[in-house]
Every structure is written in C-alpha cells, then in structure tokens.
C-alpha cells in the first residue's frame, strides 16, 4: 500500500477517460451530449462522459458484428486467443495502480480495496479464463457405428453486458473474461455513475492484441443506452448484473426484440445464520461485520440480515459490536480508511430513508444511524456510519428489502429450524453464511437454504473456480464464474455426421 499523499498523486496525474470505446478508439456520442460524472466522497466532478445512445449502439453493434463475422477473434486458434489476454493481464498489472486510484475516485469505495481486491481479482479472473481457453473440449455423442454426433460450442456472437457500479472494473472482467475467452464481440455498457476504468480496460485489451470492434464500451444512461441494447436486433445475448428491478426489464427488452439470450445476476437479501453451536465468537463477529459492511454494504452478496440463536446472541452482538468500532469510515483515498462514501446523493438519501423508516417501525438502532460530515474538501462527501438494528422483525421493511448500505438488521431464533424458515423467508436467494460446529448440521442448513452459494463458518464468495449466481429473483439464466460462465457466451451445435456404408469395400 502507498500513503494517501502517493495516492493522490497518482489521481493528480491521471488522464481520465470521457469517450466512448468502439471500434478501436475512443469516440465522443453521436448527439454530442455529455454527462457528469462525480466523486462521491468530494462531490466534485471528475469529469464529463460521452452520453452513448441508441444511435451509438447501432455503430457499436454494426462493428462488433463484423468483428465477429470476420473472425479476427472468433475464429482465432484457442491458444492465440489466451496469448492476447495474458498480455492483456500483464498490461493491467503495469497499470494497476492508476486503474485501482480510478475506481476509488470514481465509486467512493476505499483505496485499500481497489488495491487489495478488485484490482488483483480483476486480473486473476481474466487470467482464469484465458487460461481456460485451450483445456476446454468439445463431446462426442453416443451415436453408434453409422453416425457420429459432435456436440460443439461455439462464441454466440454479439453480446451485451450491463454493469452495475458496485465493482465497476470486477463485474466488467467477470463478464468480459469468459465472453472473450469464448471469441465473442462485447459490448460494455457501464453504470454511470462508473464509467472510467471499464473504458481504460477496453484500451488496455486492444493494447494488448484484441482486434478494433472485439471490446466496445458504451457510457450512458440506462434508459436510453441500456435499452437500445436490450432491444436491439442483432444483439445475441444480453449478461446484466444490477438491481432485481431493472433485470425484470431486460427480459421484456428481449421478448419484445429478437429473443436474445439473457443472463440476470440480481440483488440479494442475504442471512447470516449463527446457531448455538457456533464456535471461536471472535472469529465469528469478524465475519459478521466483514459481511455487511464490506463495501459500504453496496454489494449483492452483503449479508444485511443476522439471524441469530437465542443462546448466543447476547455474547455474539458484543463482539460485533466491538469489532465494528475498527471499521473508521472516511476519505476513501486514505489506505487507513476501510469504509468510504455512497455512491450518489440519491442511494445515499433512499439507505437513510430505510434507517429511519426501521426507526419508525420499532427496531431497535443499536449502533450509528446518522449521516458522517467530515471537513474540508469531504465537507459534500456521501457517508453513512455503519448502523445496527435489533429487535427487527420479520415483516419490516429492513428485513425484506435490499438496502444496498451499512445497515445491519439482526433477528432472534431459537432454533436452527426456524433459522433456516426465517433466511428462506425473502424473495433473493444469492447467497447465505452459516456459522455452526456440527459438521452435519452444517451440510443438512446449508442444504435447506435456497441461495446459490452459502458459505459455512466464513463469510466467502468463493473464488473463481466456482459459480456464482442466484435463487429466485437473484438471478436467471445461467451463473458468472467457473467454467460455468462459459455457458453463458457459447451456443450448443449438434453436427451429425452420416457414417453408413454400403459394403466393407467402401473403406478402401
Ligand atoms: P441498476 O439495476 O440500477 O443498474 C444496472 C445497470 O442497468 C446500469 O448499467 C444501468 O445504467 C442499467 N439500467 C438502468 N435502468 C435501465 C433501463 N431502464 N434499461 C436498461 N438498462 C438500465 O443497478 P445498480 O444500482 O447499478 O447496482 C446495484 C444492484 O446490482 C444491486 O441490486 C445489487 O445487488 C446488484 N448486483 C448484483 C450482483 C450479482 O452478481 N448478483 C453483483 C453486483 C451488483
């Protein structure tokens, strides 16, 4: 880690990004329009950012197919494909510490994150992929002596990918990795509130080798940008990662255009269930807290519902209560600092709105609750103190609803039963930790709850050699990561070859 001056030093000479990504150079909108994009923790503008619509997409598309049909990547041999993005990669690790300052700039997410996490997960995934590439076979049917049945994947073509701005630069290689691995041509449309590091990334792969119109990367709004790409013809496939609300969307952009296919990784409303059998309670509190207030609680998998036994409650909140005390909120561009700002004023104003409407309701706010001024040049920043609610009740609003913030909701069960009724009790299924002694109960909860991935005595995504994805309105369509990924950017073909001979002569 650098200091905070070395840090933002490194800001001060940055040349950020503001065009559009396509076809190989950066290119302004069309229409000219602009948008501004700003720094949460300052309130200042970074910068203004080409606002891409539906004129854009149809360049971008236009290029992105005759990338593809060219086959300048989606014909590439598989092992040259790999060579390119490893290049890739090591140019990312050249520039890691510019792209990492960026992205704290840009989301207000702590430096020490952007250094820690996303930059080097950001290269182990694409790394993942690439090296995938070339391990990957194709089957053989069962087809007897006369046929033969190959069941072949192949790149689907034009595919779109919408991101959120909760890990700007993560969610852009969680999907850019396997769809260009599989030889696609992508379309990146960024968040807008984030759009800078997925621009420099597409000028970084081209650096690398990858063909003009493979990457194009398309800032703007949703409803304009985000929507001609959900409509649009000629685009296969859709990958969306955001909010349950805006994915609903892009099913009906499908079933009103040409059917392409759709990938939704949604919200979540996720349980921490700690049983009376739970074991080493410091180590315990720590996941609590790494779980929730991990990234201002601005992620999916955030775990804003604690679900703990009766037996172990009153010693468990002490401890997380304590170690919450070591999460300093503060300038996110200070390595010291583990939590930042909100992203913009109006996630800020609609997390503050869901803690006093808890207040209201009747649960009980055990730690923070209020907004953090801090002084000088973060006198406009966005900043939310890490907040405790007990005595929350099923039918709350806090307990049913994704609050995207630090805000811990904590239940009270007497059993591991009524736990595992209580974590079902919700409309997401993404993800769910459990933290327990007993080896069977373990398999057996972790069995019963329905969440795509539930992590046992650790609060874990996993890693990248496993899928991740949503139950229920967490997702649709297929998971990010692991081969499974793979899936999502390939079609399926069947080429069935007739074998039949007449006579063994015909072998001569
Ligand atoms: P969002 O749904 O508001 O926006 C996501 C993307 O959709 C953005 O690029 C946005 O511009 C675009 N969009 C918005 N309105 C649109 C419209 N009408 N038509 C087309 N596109 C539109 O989500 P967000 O606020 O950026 O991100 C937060 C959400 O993302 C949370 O719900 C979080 O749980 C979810 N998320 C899920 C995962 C996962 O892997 N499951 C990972 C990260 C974030």
């Known amino acids: 880690m650098l200091t905070q001056t ?15 990504w396509i076809n190989g150079s950066y290119t302004p909108a069309i229409s000219g329009e602009t948008f501004s994009t700003l720094n949460p923790a300052t309130g200042q ?38 060579k390119v993005m490893i290049k890739f990669i090591k140019l990312i690790k050249r520039n890691e510490q510019e792209l990492a300052v960026m992205e704290a700039l840009e989301s207000g997410k702590p430096i020490k994150d952007c250094v820690a996490i996303d930059v080097p997960e950001t290269i ?13 076979y194709d089957q053989i049917s069962p087809s007897g002596d006369t046929s033969l049945g190959l069941i072949q994947r192949e790149p689907i073509g034009v595919v779109a ?19 260009l691995a599989a030889g696609n041509s992508v379309i990146l449309k960024p968040a807008e509130q984030t759009s800078m590091t997925c621009l420099r990334l597409a000028q970084l792969a081209h650096e690398a080798g990858v063909p003009a119109g493979v990457i194009n990367v398309l800032p703007g709004l949703g409803e304009t940008c985000g929507k001609s790409l ?27 255009s040409n059917l392409k296919r759709v990938v939704l990784e949604c919200g979540g409303k996720n349980p921490c269930i700690v049983l ?40 468990l909140m002490g401890k997380v209560l304590e170690k919450t005390r070591d999460w300093i909120t503060g300038d996110p561009m200070d390595p010291r600092n583990a939590l930042g700002a909100m992203i913009s004023q109006e996630h ?50 806090i307990a049913l609803e994704e609050v995207f913030g630090p805000v811990l909701a904590v239940m009270t069960v007497n059993s591991a039963a009524e736990a595992v009724a209580l974590a079902n009790d919700t409309c997401y299924g993404l993800h769910a930790s459990l933290f327990t002694s007993n080896g069977r109960r373990a398999h057996n909860v972790a069995r019963a709850i329905k969440a795509g991935t539930v992590s046992v005595n650790c609060y874990s995504e996993g890693d990248m050699s496993t899928p991740f994805g949503g139950y229920k309105q967490s997702g649709f369509g297929g998971r990010d990561n692991s081969l499974l990924a793979h899936d999502q950017y390939t079609e399926t073909k069947t080429i069935w070859l007739d074998l039949s001979t007449e006579s063994e002569a015909e072998l001569d």
């Open 230 to 256: 959900g409509l649009h013809q000629d685009i296969d496939a859709v990958s969306f990662t955001g909010s349950t609300e805006v994915g609903r969307l892009f099913l009906q952009y499908s079933a009103q």
């Open 348 to 397: 800020f104003s609609k997390v503050m709105a869901y803690i006093k409407g808890a207040q209201e309701q009747g649960a009980e706010l055990i730690l923070g609750g209020s907004a953090i001024k801090l002084e000088g040049e973060l006198a406009q920043g966005l900043f939310i103190e890490p907040t405790i609610f007990d005595q929350v009740t099923p039918n709350m609003t």
């Open 276 to 315: 009376d059998d739970a074991e080493r309670l410091d180590e315990v509190a720590e996941h609590v807290v790494n779980a929730v207030f991990w990234n201002m609680g601005e992620n999916c998998s955030s775990n804003s519902r604690l679900i703990v036994h009766s037996a172990i409650k009153q010693q």
């Open 45 to 82: 503008e970074i910068g203004q950012i080409s606002a891409c619509d539906r004129a854009d997409v149809d360049v971008a598309v236009d290029k992105a197919r005759q990338a593809f049909e060219a086959g300048v990547w989606s014909k590439k041999h598989p092992s040259e494909r790999k």
């Open 6 to 20: 070395e840090y933002l030093a490194i800001a001060a000479q940055i040349d950020f990004p503001s065009n559009a």
């Open 161 to 179: 990918c919408v991101l959120p701005w909760n890990f700007p630069m993560l969610m852009a290689a969680w999907k850019l990795g396997p769809a």
């Open 124 to 136: 182990d995934c694409i790394q993942w992929h690439a090296e995938a590439i070339d391990k990957i």
